[in-house]
């Protein structure tokens, strides 16, 4: 079993910045991916970004290039969001998943461990 905990969420002004940390404990030597997913309030939840164990990273939201950042310390089980640049439409759940398979992706079915979620509020 893997446990994932988020925090670092908050509300903030557009523009602003936050921080999200995924503290991952458990039988983390099977994970090969974690990932950042959000869902705001009537959508599907929805692909962030994605890092494999070796460092490889992808971003599914054209919207999050260039504003988010995720970065993972592999001695401390943690993977982070930095989140620049904020806009209103950034507001959502967000969630850390964890998945055992080496794909490179942004499909929630890959991964079967997820974290309670921190909200991201932001505001105009």
């Known amino acids: 079993q893997v446990q994932l905990v988020e925090s670092g969420g908050g509300s903030v002004q557009a523009g602003g910045s936050l921080r999200l940390s995924c503290a991952a404990s458990?039988?983390?030597?099977?994970?090969?991916?974690m990932a950042w997913f959000r869902q705001a309030p009537g959508k599907e939840r929805e692909g962030v970004a994605t890092?494999?164990?070796?460092?490889?990273?992808?971003y599914c939201a054209d919207s999050v290039k260039g504003r988010f950042t995720i970065s993972q310390d592999n001695a401390k089980n943690t993977v982070y969001l930095q989140m620049n640049s904020l806009k209103p439409e950034d507001t959502a759940m967000y969630y850390c998943a964890a998945g055992l398979n080496w794909r490179l992706g942004c499909n929630r079915n890959d991964f079967g461990y997820w974290g309670q979620g921190t909200q991201v509020t932001v505001s105009s």
């Open positions: 458990g039988d983390m030597l099977r994970i090969n991916s």
């Open positions: 890092i494999m164990k070796g460092g490889n990273s992808t």
